[in-house]
């Protein structure tokens, strides 16, 4: 427990909580730490941060330390593919260790929140994480709690798994097929391939095989099946999914005898994206906004593709709420509510 002393009679004391100090602008963080043995020399520096008392150690049975609980908080909730800071300030951080794709457990970390006293924040689901990204941070808020509530928070997440994991982003191998006659041809210059290529490697993939092939359903299926017997892990096709009549990458992927999950998703920019299965084989059809936008629903499900999911209808159903790109000056994907 703290005991409240005045700051006159508190030289010789231990203080039992980091002091922040504010400048507003310049400098937040901790000015004394907890365990700090109070100088005279410090008082000047406390009155001017404003304290006129200091709390200092005093144990009491049955409450846990706000570092302590922190850290008790963070081991319980994270995975094994994290790392936890030092407490400061009272809080912890996790961290990623790994590359991959962050998934929350929402009604167990809603659960945690409504029990008192604890504060558990994290990043939205699917976001994708690399090591050294904060996927979570947690304090308390006195500067002691009580023990029951730590106990109860280790029995949820003993009972129904951790809040926080990691699935490791998988390097597969994956085939780009970009369809048109006006690019077969050559009379425009192919923009989606660099495009989804930088995309793929930038999410530890590999692009094993490339093809431009003109609008024709039974070559674009042909095309694909090719991609396939590659050993592609996963195709994508782009370049021919608006309703324009020459555009046939739908017809060409039936062709190819893949079944289609979703055609048209409620996500601006990429309503025309198209999402099928060849056997075990992924298929996502980008839509022409690839070229045009730097954030679109390719950035959304491709990271999940890699990830091992399988993608169902009702996963891109619910991609609509946040499926809005506000279309900013000066992108800052993934730092924006898009796809969130």
């Known amino acids: 427990m703290l005991k409240k002393v005045k700051l006159d009679e508190a030289v010789g004391l231990t203080i039992g909580h980091d002091m922040t100090k504010v400048v507003p602008g310049k400098f937040k963080g901790a000015a004394f730490r907890r365990g700090h043995v109070i100088r005279e020399e410090d008082l000047p520096e406390l009155r001017l941060m404003g304290k006129e008392h200091i709390y200092v150690v005093e144990e009491e049975e049955g409450l846990v330390h706000e570092e302590e609980a922190a850290l008790r908080i963070a081991r319980a909730v994270s995975s094994p593919d994290t790392k936890l800071t030092n407490p400061k300030e009272g809080r912890v951080n996790i961290v990623s260790t790994i590359n991959g794709l ?3 457990n929402k009604e167990l970390l809603t659960v945690i929140n409504s029990i008192g006293d604890i504060v558990l924040a994290t990043l939205h689901e699917n976001t994708v994480c690399q090591p050294e990204t904060s996927i979570a ?8 709690i009580a023990e029951t509530k730590l106990e109860r928070l280790e029995e949820l997440c003993r009972k129904q798994g ?3 994991r990691i699935i490791p982003l998988k390097k597969k191998k994956v085939g780009i097929i970009i369809t048109g006659n006006e690019v077969f041809n050559g009379l425009v ?13 930038a999410l530890g993939s590999a692009v094993n095989n490339k093809a431009i092939v003109p609008d024709d359903e039974d070559v674009i299926g042909h095309a694909i099946k090719e991609t396939a ?4 892990d996963v195709i994508v096709v782009a370049g021919g999914l608006s309703v324009d009549p020459d555009d046939v990458s739908l017809e060409g992927v039936e062709r190819s005898g893949a079944s289609i999950v979703s055609y048209g998703a409620p ?8 999402y099928a299965e060849l056997g075990n084989i992924p298929i996502l059809g980008a839509p022409g906004a690839v070229i045009f936008n730097q954030a679109t629903i390719i950035d959304l499900i491709l990271p999940r593709v890699l990830a091992g999911e399988r993608i169902t209808r009702e996963d891109i159903v619910a991609l609509g709420h946040g499926g809005l790109c506000l279309n900013c000056e000066g992108c800052n994907f993934p730092v924006c509510p898009f796809g969130k």
């Open 102 to 104: 962050l998934k929350v």
């Open 267 to 274: 996500v601006m920019p990429g309503a025309m994206f198209l």
């Open 229 to 232: 017997a590659s050993g592609s």
């Open 137 to 144: 941070a947690t304090k308390i808020n006195p500067l002691h």
């Open 189 to 201: 210059e192919d923009r989606f391939g660099e495009i989804l290529e930088n995309k793929v490697e």
């Open 162 to 164: 951790r809040v926080l």
